[in-house]
């Protein structure tokens, strides 16, 4: 009895180790604002606090191939499609903590509003707003609601717009519409994200709920936009833990297609 306590106390002492504001150094655990604390995990499950500390924080956290700052991107990402919003809070502010800035954070969760529901959308709005509130972030820390757009590539979006057109235009016209006019020629291009972090944000989505036959093609537009295939490799690696195996390993044949089709 002793020794699992022992055990369960030491789990505990793992998960809470970074309780500041400050950056959290390498190998160590994001803060718990919200949710369970850490002696709650370690009291119900000691194993999952031993995996959280020891193969989460301590290790995936710090893998080489993506920056801690691109893992938040991907971890809010997969958290907000999946309408993860007890551990929202938390993640928000690690990616605070991890260079993510508020503006960033705001855009992340404009765009996801299309990529997986205006409910999740909203939903992160409210964590998001906790957040902020506690770090005194206020609205002129935020992107803008309209105005100032990236330059549009005319040739490819009308290429796109007319590969589109020509397989769906018939079977619903007006998504086909707003996906030209709301997407592609406003959300896409607001500056609140560069187009290669939008790309992971969107990809990272996908691949978290399952949407797999979305993948192809914004997998190759996020190559286009700078993003490499060992970061795409890493992004599957850092998801896997947030959004289960099973969507990994059903995205990963897709993926290596992509990889093989791409140019050298």
């Given at each position: 009895?002793?020794?699992?306590?022992?055990?369960?106390?030491?789990?505990?002492?793992?998960?809470?180790?970074?309780?500041?504001?400050?950056?959290a150094p390498a190998g160590k655990?994001?803060?718990?604002?919200?949710?369970?604390?850490?002696?709650?995990?370690?009291a119900v499950s000691p194993g999952?606090?031993?995996?959280?500390?020891?193969?989460?924080?301590?290790?995936?956290?710090?893998?080489?191939?993506?920056?801690?700052r691109d893992r938040s991107l991907?971890?809010?990402?997969?958290?907000?499609?999946?309408?993860?919003?007890?551990?929202?809070?938390?993640?928000?502010?690690?990616?605070?903590?991890?260079?993510?800035?508020?503006?960033?954070?705001?855009?992340?969760?404009?765009?996801?509003?299309?990529?997986?529901?205006?409910?999740?959308?909203?939903?992160?709005?409210?964590?998001?707003?906790?957040?902020?509130?506690?770090?005194?972030?206020?609205?002129?820390?935020?992107?803008?609601?309209?105005?100032?757009?990236?330059?549009?590539?005319?040739?490819?979006?009308?290429?796109?717009?007319?590969?589109?057109?020509?397989?769906?235009?018939?079977?619903?016209?007006?998504?086909?519409?707003?996906?030209?006019?709301?997407?592609?020629?406003?959300?896409?291009?607001?500056?609140?994200?560069?187009?290669?972090?939008?790309?992971?944000?969107?990809?990272?989505?996908?691949?978290?709920?399952?949407?797999?036959?979305?993948?192809?093609?914004?997998?190759?537009?996020?190559?286009?936009?700078?993003?490499?295939?060992?970061?795409?490799?890493?992004?599957?690696?850092?998801?896997?833990?947030?959004?289960?195996?099973?969507?990994?390993?059903?995205?990963?044949?897709?993926?290596?297609?992509?990889?093989?089709?791409?140019?050298?």
């Open positions: 009895m002793k020794t699992h306590l022992l055990l369960v106390a030491s789990a505990a002492f793992l998960l809470t180790a970074c309780a500041s504001k400050q950056p655990p994001a803060s718990r604002s919200t949710g369970p604390s850490a002696e709650q995990i370690a999952l606090a031993r995996f959280t500390a020891q193969t989460i924080d301590a290790g995936l956290w710090n893998r080489p191939g993506l920056s801690r991907i971890t809010l990402s997969a958290q907000i499609a999946r309408n993860q919003s007890t551990e929202l809070g938390n993640q928000i502010a690690f990616a605070l903590d991890n260079g993510v800035t508020p503006a960033e954070v705001s855009e992340l969760i404009t765009h996801l509003a299309f990529y997986a529901s205006i409910g999740n959308a909203m939903s992160a709005v409210t964590a998001a707003r906790s957040v902020f509130v506690n770090r005194n972030i206020g609205i002129e820390a935020l992107p803008a609601a309209q105005g100032g757009l990236l330059a549009l590539d005319e040739k490819s979006e009308a290429s796109r717009a007319e590969r589109v057109e020509a397989n769906f235009g018939a079977v619903a016209p007006g998504v086909v519409q707003a996906t030209t006019d709301v997407l592609f020629r406003d959300l896409w291009l607001r500056p609140g994200l560069s187009p290669r972090d939008r790309s992971l944000v969107t990809v990272s989505a996908l691949i978290a709920v399952g949407q797999v036959a979305q993948v192809p093609v914004h997998l190759n537009k996020a190559m286009d936009n700078g993003l490499t295939e060992g970061e795409v490799s890493e992004a599957l690696t850092q998801v896997a833990y947030y959004a289960g195996w099973p969507n990994v390993f059903s995205a990963m044949p897709v993926v290596k297609d992509v990889f093989s089709k791409r140019p050298a």
